[in-house]
């Protein structure tokens, strides 16, 4: 009986032996696939354009930034030319990177230079509130609204 | 004798509770460096029939022609009928659809949903072209634009 039970004793020990051994391997190789998952990439440089558009239709005149999405990699350096071609001023915010275009007067063109560094989804949209007197940007400035996204 | 039993069974409870621990890890690690939390877009799409991007007058298209979010993300779609004819739309494979919206300013409809399925998903205008009613335009079939689900990575 005593033997015995030191026999199941034993047996568990090699149990817990085989577990402890399948549970560093597993988390070995948890620790380099997190690394070579996340592969040494080279950060690309991307230059890219960026306009007001404007489509027109049944006596309403839409404006928009085209394009309306960016998808870039963090990382990532972009160029951003920013132009505007329209008959009003507006400028281009994008809000998490904290960065902004000078007033784009019509037929003015800025740039924006800057490192993705934060992974994440960023709005970019008009700062200029809508004021027919200055001839700032459109009535529907709301919606000149686009996106960043950023992947990991 | 009962001593030694005690310690093998003591040796083979802490190797448990270590196996344990690192199975957790494990399972928990990536857990360790949160991805960037969902968020909700809006984007409005927009039936335009010309343009200064639209090519020929009688040619339609939406802008953007590709919407891109990540898994998790809200999408609240805005979509506007700029054009003179009758137009609805649909997102194939997340089952959300407009009703027909004419033409006119105030021809819009709002879709919200969760982009939940990765995937690359088109969006068309589902009103067969009918002259009569001045519904869709004889390009119907070309009026597609891809909704692209991004996974990992993003939000999750």
């Given at each position: ?21 399948v549970?560093?391997?597993a ?8 690394v ?49 071609p329209?008959?009003?001023s ?24 800057f490192?993705a560094?934060?992974?994440?989804v ?7 509130p809508?004021d ?12 000149m609204l ?7 | ?26 399972i928990?690690a ?49 979509v506007?009928?700029q ?5 609805a ?18 021809s ?15 969006y ?33």
């Open positions: 009986m005593e033997r015995r039970s030191n026999g199941i004793g034993y047996f568990a020990l090699v149990v817990a032996a085989v577990a402890l051994a549970g560093g391997v988390y070995a190789r948890r620790a380099t696939t997190a070579t998952s996340n592969p040494a990439r080279s950060p690309a440089m991307l230059k890219l354009s960026m306009v007001v558009a404007t489509f027109s239709g049944q006596g309403m005149a839409a404006h928009r930034w085209y394009p309306t999405m960016l998808v870039v990699r963090q990382g990532d350096t972009v160029d951003l030319a920013v132009g505007n329209d008959k009003v507006h400028q281009l915010e994008l809000t998490g990177y904290n960065l902004r275009t000078k007033v784009l007067t019509p037929g003015s063109t800025d740039r924006l230079r490192v560094e934060r992974s994440g960023f709005a970019y949209r008009c700062i200029l809508y027919p007197a200055a001839g700032h940007c459109t009535p529907d400035h709301d919606v686009g996106y960043l996204i950023v992947t990991e | 004798m009962n001593g030694s039993k005690s310690v093998v069974a003591g040796i083979a409870l802490t190797l448990s509770l270590v196996a344990i621990a690192l199975g957790l890890l494990v928990l990536p857990a360790a460096s949160p991805p960037a939390p969902p968020a909700a877009m809006d984007f409005s799409l927009l039936i335009t029939g010309e343009g200064s991007i639209g090519g020929p007058a009688l040619s339609h298209l939406y802008h953007p022609q590709l919407l891109v979010a990540r898994r998790g993300d809200t999408i609240r779609l805005r506007i009928n054009s003179f004819y009758r137009h739309i649909e997102v194939v494979g997340y089952d959300v659809r407009t009703g027909p919206l004419t033409g006119g300013e105030h819009s409809e709002v879709l919200t949903f969760v982009a939940d399925t990765p995937g690359i998903f088109t068309r205008c589902y009103l067969p072209y009918d002259p009569a009613t001045a519904t869709c335009a004889p390009d119907h079939d070309r009026m597609v634009g891809h909704l692209v689900v991004i996974d990992g990575g993003g939000a999750r």
